[in-house]
């Protein structure tokens, strides 16, 4: 997608909309976002580097949703799962 040029002379109001305002807006947004990118790269890393070390990302990251639930979406997730599990036979 080619880049769009960015204008050198922002206009400080028009049609209502005051252009320097939105204007800090979206660069305080790409810098976030190039955090960001930042950051996922470090998270790439660090699953990287716990699967040389033997461990599965895949149950890591479960425990990762896991650990940010409450204590009752928990018990509720637990239960429906075990619900569709007897409901297509798979009874332990």
Excluded: W
Excluded at 26 to 31: K, M, V
Excluded at 38 to 62: P, R, S, T, W, Y
């Amino acid at each position: 997608m080619p880049e769009v040029q960015k204008s050198p002379a922002v206009p400080s109001e028009y049609q209502g909309i005051p252009g320097e305002v939105l204007l800090r807006y979206l660069e305080r947004i790409e810098r976030l976002e190039e955090e960001k990118t930042a950051l996922c790269e470090d998270i790439k890393e660090v699953f990287q580097e716990a699967k040389g070390n033997g461990f599965d990302v895949k149950i890591m990251k479960e425990l990762l949703k896991i650990r940010k639930m409450e204590e009752h979406e928990l018990d509720e997730k637990e239960t429906m799962i075990d619900v569709y599990r007897k409901a297509i036979g798979m009874v332990h």
